[in-house]
């Protein structure tokens, strides 16, 4: 491994950042009265931290090592699920959002109790408890230590996630919400900065000239739409299984989802999902492309994870380096900050307090707080396992391939079909997770079948759907009083019209979501 060394300048940038992370999160505790505070920063959050605060969560530690190293085995077409966002964000924002907003929940299960019942809830919280532990804090918390161990290559990886676990959950826990999203506008800011001077000194690196890439790195490396039998990103698996996983991280992933809920209002709400959509589009440059450039700077890396730390490490000046290494910590604390908190947030509003509505919304901060001290310990004991995993994208993705179908028909047909039911939402999630287990054993442990992961969600939504349409017929429908207010009409587009009629262009989220789509359409047709 690329052993890297840090001047002392470097390490008090890095140690200040740390430093002022955790001060912000003390100054937050005490803006924290209630639950209301804690949990969703007084739902008075604006556009503009709205959308930053869902770019830094998203583009995590992991998401920088991931994409430069997807980009490096396979090609730039891991960015697929970069442009994507952004449409479903816009179609997320257009047709679902305001029915989200106007429920006024704490949490996403919490939202498909009022639409379904309180087993759909429960169901639903215990596997975004699981993803959000095992998948994204591990995660982000294993690839922090792949950076510092290139530092501190005497120190053990659990020792090392244990630092970095106390440092993001020492603001978390004090702070809550509001500490999490202010510290995340700063991250956000520093991870871009970041990954600008990352993408340029590699760019020097390489003499400052594109056509040796384009005459070094195979073609098929350098395409977003690639053949059914690409190993990546095939087509198909992008028309279908990549919506899937986006829909689900987007719209419904709790971590993601209270972003939007601590809007002030649905506009900006609606704003700010639509600015993180914008964010995304850069990311092929600042992020990807340098995983591209290091096939010409380093054609022998033992393992895809390394790329982004050794690009840093190995090209960035002293000064400039603790700059860019600062901007990777942001990237990590936001995604760990982020998760805890969620977690944090299900564990106290969808099962603490439906079983004891005598606590105060005090005594459930304080529950919360407890609440993401454990889980914090939690995701340290499981991130070391991950080592065991191919890549760390991949692992990302295949867990999710395999458990979040049954989610997404549930948020989907309880938006456009009136006649959906608890019964069927119950069926649904129960027998769509079985039948994940049942792809999970042979399609990854036992090795008797072999379907692409971007196939398998899709075919677990298609299951799911297909038992949630027949189990709902055979319940009785629900009353029209109770799901009214969930349910998208041609009627709530009219009512829109009508209430953004005089307003400037640049307000009309519509006309805001078809300029993102159209910017995305242009990428996409350059790199095609």
Not at 289 to 296: E, H, K, Q, R
Not at 434 to 456: E, K, Q, R, S, T
Not at 505 to 524: E, K, M
Request: charged share 10%.
């Amino acid at each position: 491994m690329f052993a890297a060394q840090l001047n002392p300048i470097d390490l008090w940038i890095v140690g200040g950042y740390a430093l002022t992370m955790i001060i912000i999160g003390v100054a937050m505790a005490g803006k924290a009265h209630d639950a209301d505070d804690y949990f969703l920063a007084g739902r008075k959050m604006g556009w503009l931290v709205i959308g930053f605060s869902l770019f830094a969560s998203n583009i995590s530690s992991t998401t920088l090592i991931g994409l430069s190293g997807d980009a490096y085995s396979t090609g730039i077409s891991v960015y697929n699920y970069e442009w994507m966002a952004g449409i479903i964000l816009a179609f997320y924002a257009i047709f679902i959002l305001p029915q989200v907003l106007r429920s006024q929940v704490f949490t996403m299960p919490e939202y498909l109790e009022k639409r379904f019942d309180r087993r759909a809830r429960s169901i639903f919280a215990f596997l975004t408890l699981f993803l959000n532990i095992i998948v994204d804090t591990a995660a982000s918390l294993y690839a922090g230590s792949l950076i510092v161990q290139m530092i501190f290559p005497e120190m053990a990886v659990w020792q090392i996630i244990t630092a970095l676990a106390l440092v993001a959950g020492a603001y978390t826990i004090l702070g809550g919400l509001s500490a999490v999203m202010l510290t995340d506008v700063i991250q956000a800011v520093l991870l871009i900065v970041g990954s600008v001077v990352i993408t340029v000194f590699a760019f020097i690196k390489i003499g400052g000239d594109w056509g040796a890439v384009t005459a070094a790195v195979p073609h098929d490396k350098l395409s977003l739409i690639r053949p059914l039998d690409d190993p990546g990103v095939p087509w198909l698996g992008l028309l279908t299984g990549i919506p899937l996983l986006g829909f689900y991280f987007w719209c419904t992933n709790q971590f993601m989802a209270q972003r939007l809920l601590s809007a002030k209002d649905t506009d900006n709400a609606r704003w700010g999902a639509l600015l993180a959509g914008l964010l995304k589009l850069p990311v092929l440059f600042i992020m990807v492309l340098p995983g591209t450039l290091a096939i010409l700077i380093y054609p022998d890396l033992e393992r895809p994870d390394l790329v982004f730390p050794t690009l840093m490490f190995d090209l960035l000046p002293t000064g400039m380096l603790g700059l860019v290494l600062a901007g990777f910590m942001a990237a990590l604390m936001s995604q760990i900050d982020s998760t805890l908190n969620s977690a944090s947030t299900l564990v106290t509003m969808d099962f603490i307090r439906p079983r004891h509505p005598e606590l105060s919304s005090t005594a459930l901060m304080k529950i919360g707080r407890s609440v993401t001290f454990g889980f914090m310990l939690l995701a340290v004991l499981w991130a070391p396992q991950i080592a065991n995993f191919d890549s760390l994208f991949k692992y990302l993705q295949q867990v999710l391939s395999y458990t979040v179908g049954p989610v997404v028909a549930l948020f989907l047909f309880g938006t456009f079909w009136r006649r959906a039911n608890a019964t069927g939402a119950y069926w649904a999630l129960i027998l769509g997770f079985a039948a994940g287990a049942v792809f999970f054993v042979f399609n990854v442990i036992m090795n008797v079948v072999d379907i692409h992961f971007l196939y398998v969600g899709p075919i677990l939504f298609i299951i799911s759907s297909a038992i949630l349409v027949v189990a709902s017929y055979a319940a009785p429908a629900p009353s029209e009083e109770d799901v009214s207010s969930f349910i998208w009409t041609p009627a709530l587009y009219r009512q829109d019209t009508a209430a953004m009629a005089g307003r400037a262009w640049y307000l009309n989220y519509r006309i805001q979501a078809i300029v993102l789509i159209v910017l995305t359409g242009v990428i996409l047709v350059t790199f095609w």
